[in-house]
């Protein structure tokens, strides 16, 4: 390629960027689509859900919307929303992020990562029964207090993310789900969800579901430890923990109708 | 009960392993005294502790535990819930905090941020309660909320009234076996009062009780015209449970609009009375207003204080009254018999009762084009602060206001005299020089005999008051007034045995409970929670 070449390749490039970010729907980037799934986390999940499917008949997930838009319809349905609807418009985004956003959903709409479907019913019964999940796990006042409430669970995790939970408890624990252990003087062990601690004192609510507070300086040792929160990569199918995931993606106490 | 006695029993309570889930017989149990399981600490509302570590002799040594601080610019008026060591109080207008009774630390937050609400004097809640591993809070946008006591999760969310017509909720629920019961304040802003039952399980409305009744209902015919519709009656305080009669008992608010009758001619039933409902139905079975048709906003809503003692040679259920309208009073609980009243402080707008105690008006003393001083003030001689009462001493202990009065106008806002201007902010957090001189309103704490409603003995707070009181079988009564000073008085003589500047005022009234077999007395004072012990 010679220099006069070059030139006019990166003219081109320039203006297909400078002058058409509806072109980044078709030739988006890594970046544009992290970009995107950012912007949909920031500005959209709140009413569509992270899976973006929990708004009547919109199913930004698989590219389900009202009707057929195109991507320039879509960006700027995300910069203005719809009027007389209860879509506000969004004027913080900016019409790059509204493509990258574009991008985004796109892609969701072209994954196909051979997931198997779930069967929501199978996976409350695995989740009730052998799963023993109602031991540290509620769900609409039924179960335990000691891990997280699930009965919102998909209002905040997409399908994947509760899938990765499953298959590795530990790899993400939220600050308010960590688990402390702490042996007292006279031996005993304690462990269970931490609540608060400082310089002098920590706080947990134990296995027993009960409130405990202890002073530092009355325990012969004391620090974070593992949820025991079990992995079911072991012991379950894949079909079970699609099952379960199907169920757990349910879950929308508290979503609006 | 001793202090041996009382301590074996916390220590036993407290190495219980496990959460105790707390049943409705605790609740009803004179005998929990480490404990604190409803705002004034039984459903008798005697607010008395039996704890007696901290007594006469030492109380001079109590030494502060700890302090928490609101995240909140409102007025503290709850008074916390203690159950095992663990404290739950209300940051306001409605965030539940779960603290280590022993240290203050925190172990979790409900954060309830209300939908917009009107209230007539500060997003306040006076507290909450509890059965089971279940807390029940009211919130100033009309809702009752069931949390759970071990995590801080919501459990249910039930609309009680509609806070866009100008319904609030500022009062402790009150739970009798199933059911959790809640009022309706904003009787200022001319709703129409009513009091609810609702499954403490699934929130699900069981009865519900106008205090005004509708038409065709008796004491209809005392509201003229319309007036009935917006006549407020609103309960915004905690109530009281007789278990042998099947009462639940509330006062009620002034009727709407407050200053100014010419709109609702009659007496304006239910309004300034005191309202005994059946448990079960809500079927209202008796009544007694204290003030009939009311022109000086005095609410009756004093929290009720149940007392068995003789009467007249017998054996008899009691309730004793301190009233806003500044007269004290003995019911019969059962039936709503009139059986004393007389005024415990300057009172000059009635002379006396009639047979049937319903009180004798004096001539003129009503609002006047050019203003009518009438004694008490707007603010009362007391206002929601709960008093308490001493089995041990048989004495009826009343924290309240003493020769206040105020200028009442035709149509108007009633205006404070001099400095008493001030007084016309309800409870303001902040502390504020005190100007008053001998003749203006001032502050007391007073022991009643409950046969005579004489008083035995004053201690002169100095400043005005809103707060309530305690009093303990250590034979101490402890009190806190607008000037931020909490003190410790011998429940027999009022002798002052000791007190602590805060630094804040006191909105709220004080309790007790024990871990480990520790006494410990907190208080709310600006907008913290104090909490004081002997040194070990």
Known sequence: ?257 | MKKNSVLLIVALLISKAGFSQVSFDDILSADNDANWLSYSQNLFNQRHSGLDQVNTGNVAELELQWVWQARSLEKFEATPLVVDGVLYTVQAPNDVIALDAGTGRIFWTYNHEPAPARTCCGRVNRGLAILGNTLFMGTVDGRLLAIDARSGNLIWNTEVADADALYSITMPPMVVEDKVYIGTAGGDLGIRGYVAAYDVTTGAEIWKTYTIPGPGEPGHESWSADSWQTGGAAIWNAGAYDQEANLVYWGTGNPAPDWDGRSRLGDNLYSDSVVAFDADTGEIKWHYQFTPHDEMDYDSTQVPVLVDRQWDGRLRKLMLWANRNGLMYVLDRVTGEFLHGKPYVNVNWMNGFDESGRPIRAPGMVPSVEGTLIRPHVHGAINWAPTAYSPKHDLYYVAHWEDSGILAIEGQFPQALGVNRRQTTMGDVALEPFLNNNEEARGVIRAYDPDTLDAVWEFDLGNITWGGVLTTDGDIVFGGGKDGYFVALDASSGELLWKANLGGQVNAAPMSYAVNGKQYIAIAAGTALFTFALPE
């Open chain 1, 1 to 257: 390629m010679n220099s006069l070449q070059t030139c006019l390749s990166l003219l081109v490039v320039l203006l297909v960027v400078t002058t058409s970010p509806s072109s980044l729907a078709q030739h988006e980037t890594g970046a544009d689509l992290l970009g995107g799934e950012r912007a949909f986390r920031d500005y959209c999940a709140n009413c569509h859900g992270p899976d973006g499917d929990l708004i009547g008949q919109v199913d930004l997930g698989h590219n389900n919307f009202r009707q057929p838009y195109s991507d320039e319809e879509i960006a700027g349905i995300i910069m203005n929303g719809i009027p007389n609807t209860p879509m506000p418009p969004t004027p913080r985004v900016t019409e790059e992020q509204a493509y990258m956003l574009v991008a985004y959903l796109r892609s969701l709409g072209e994954r196909d990562d051979g997931a198997l479907s779930g069967n929501v019913a199978r996976g409350q019964t695995l989740y009730e029964g052998r799963g023993k999940c109602m031991d540290c796990h509620m769900i609409n006042g039924r179960g335990s207090v000691l891990g997280p409430d699930l009965s919102s669970i998909a209002l905040v995790r997409s399908a994947k993310e509760l899938e990765q939970s499953l298959l590795e408890p530990d790899s993400e624990v939220q600050p308010g789900n960590r688990f402390y252990s702490v042996q007292t003087s006279n031996g005993e062990m304690v462990s269970g969800r931490l609540l608060n601690h400082d310089a002098f004192t920590v706080q947990m609510l134990d296995s027993n579901e009960t409130l405990r507070s202890f002073e530092k300086s009355q325990l012969i040792s004391f620090g974070f430890s593992n949820p025991d929160m079990p992995s079911l990569a072991t012991g379950y199918t894949q079909q079970e923990i699609a099952d379960l995931v199907a169920y757990l993606s349910t879950l929308r106490r508290g979503a609006a109708q």
